[in-house]
């Protein structure tokens, strides 16, 4: 190869780098409600509706499971259509709009109602919500794969996210949660209204902003790279099944994310509940979130360095350790207390620096195994792939909230309740306990998981995406070649 093509392809993969910073600016807007979710939905239910903890749990977990079942639908739909607006851009808009509809009708309009069909109402307006929710999550765990072609620009995307998603983050533990407290209460109509207004000019500002960088990448000569089959090929659901057979990096990826995913759920959904009646203080909690947030941003820009060096499997892992040893600290030594509270301050901020090693590389970590698909088969399908993984790790995580409500159910907590020794280790079994059994199987699994800097290389020659069909054939044909010279010597 010539010097001037080396120059050209090397300035071909450094080119649109702004693209990788921008695109999860698409994950950060569907990532405000998800975090207005986690953090409120079973507060909202218990505190608000008075709805039992147990049949708000169920509620999750109905709807979630939901969500998983549709998964694959939503993935075929996404790789079935073109449209003059694009593959991915129709469906990010949609659903947005559908996200901010379901949740005035939840946490507003369900006021309203009569005791008696608040319950009908929260299943029903939760399940279209996620429905709006898949088109969003599949489209941003796709796009990638159309914004860069370039493995080691991919973890600079996870570095954006981790801003974005740090910053998100906090918003909605801190500034979010003293609004409403401000407003009233957690049983108040009119602070939840002001709490829910906040979050969907959040969503639609950044949603906004995230069609930039895929603006121009939404068309067929990106995302038509099998075009060879696109014409007389289109996929169906049972290339999901064959999906999942294939990808082993997939399987293995699906397994340590569904049980993180499972884990922060049971985590999110138990942290209000932590601070009443294990820590017994919830004016701390917006404190934990400042001091949590700087720490998250810097630890945003150090995992995604840490990830440019040692790969993104490799970073995960060592994320997962960490919160392994924190949480083990966190349980055995309990320092819940105003004494003890720069230490508590000081594990929380480790806590959320290592789940930025998680979050940070499951984006590049999916592009890789939907270019990983390609490689072992010959077919580009970014949808099936990113939804095959989603609906796995919905199903897994549909049982975070039954988990919660059952064990709150079980300790005896209703609205108002007093704390107990019971609810105390009730809930610190969820808060710290569940999360590191979770990052256990989560390290077992990633063991198995082959994508690394030494594979990058075998996929990729210089700068593009080779098959493994082809690269057995050229490897055979060179082999033949040397035999046949071995004979004619």
Request: proline share 4%; glycine share 8%.
């Amino acid at each position: 190869m010539t010097e001037k093509v080396k120059d050209q392809n090397s300035q071909r993969l450094s080119e649109g780098l702004w693209r990788v910073l921008m695109f999860p600016l698409g994950s950060a807007s569907s990532n405000i409600f998800l975090f207005f979710n986690n953090l409120f939905f079973m507060v909202f239910c218990t505190e608000a509706l008075k709805m039992n903890p147990v049949t708000t749990g169920m509620v999750l977990t109905v709807t979630r499971m939901i969500d998983g079942w549709i998964d694959p639908v939503v993935g075929t739909i996404i790789d079935r259509t073109e449209t003059r607006f694009g593959k991915f851009r129709p469906f990010l808009v949609g659903g947005t709009i559908v996200m901010v509809i379901s949740m005035l009708m939840m946490y507003h309009v369900s006021f309203m109602l009569p005791d008696g069909g608040q319950l009908a109402w929260m299943v029903a307006w939760d399940t279209i919500f996620v429905i709006g929710y898949s088109f969003v999550t599949i489209v941003n765990k796709s796009v990638l794969s159309i914004v860069t072609k370039n493995p080691n620009q991919r973890p600079a995307s996870g570095i954006a996210g981790g801003i974005y998603s740090t910053s998100l983050n906090a918003f909605m533990g801190s500034f979010v949660a003293i609004v409403i407290q401000e407003q009233g209460g957690f049983q108040v109509q009119n602070a939840w209204l002001y709490g829910i207004l906040i979050a969907i000019g959040a969503n639609l500002v950044i949603m906004l902003t995230a069609l930039i960088p895929i603006w121009t990448r939404d068309t067929p000569e990106y995302y038509n790279r099998d075009e060879a089959r696109a014409s007389n090929e289109k996929p169906n659901i049972k290339d999901f099944i064959k999906v999942i057979k294939v990808n082993r990096p997939l399987q293995m990826l699906m397994i340590a994310s569904s049980m993180n995913r499972l884990s922060e759920g049971v985590a999110s959904a138990a942290l209000m509940y932590f601070f009443m009646y294990t820590y017994k203080d919830l004016d701390i909690q917006p404190m934990v979130s400042g001091v949590t947030a700087p720490v998250g941003l810097i630890g945003a820009f150090v995992v995604g360095l840490i990830a440019v060096k040692v790969g993104s499997k490799n970073a995960y892992l060592l994320g997962t350790f960490g919160n392994i040893i924190v949480s083990a600290i966190l349980l055995i030594w309990q320092p819940f207390s105003p004494e003890l509270s720069t230490i508590f301050l000081a594990l929380m901020v480790m806590d959320t620096l290592f789940k930025r090693f998680n979050n940070q590389n499951l984006d590049p970590m999916i592009a890789d195994v939907i270019d990983y698909h390609q490689y072992k088969t010959g077919r580009y399908l970014p949808g099936a792939v990113s939804s095959s993984f989603s609906f796995i790790q919905q199903f897994f995580s549909s049982f975070s909230g039954s988990i919660t409500g059952f064990v709150l159910g079980a300790a005896g907590y209703a609205a108002g309740v007093e704390p107990t020794a019971t609810l105390y280790w009730s809930v610190l079994a969820l808060y710290f306990g569940v999360p590191m059994l979770g990052d256990i199987i989560s390290a077992i699994a990633l063991k198995f998981y082959v994508i690394d800097n030494r594979f990058y290389k075998k996929m990729y020659v210089n700068g593009k995406l080779v098959l493994e069909a082809d690269t057995l054939e050229n490897n055979c044909s060179t082999r033949n070649k040397s035999e046949e010279l071995v004979i004619n010597s």
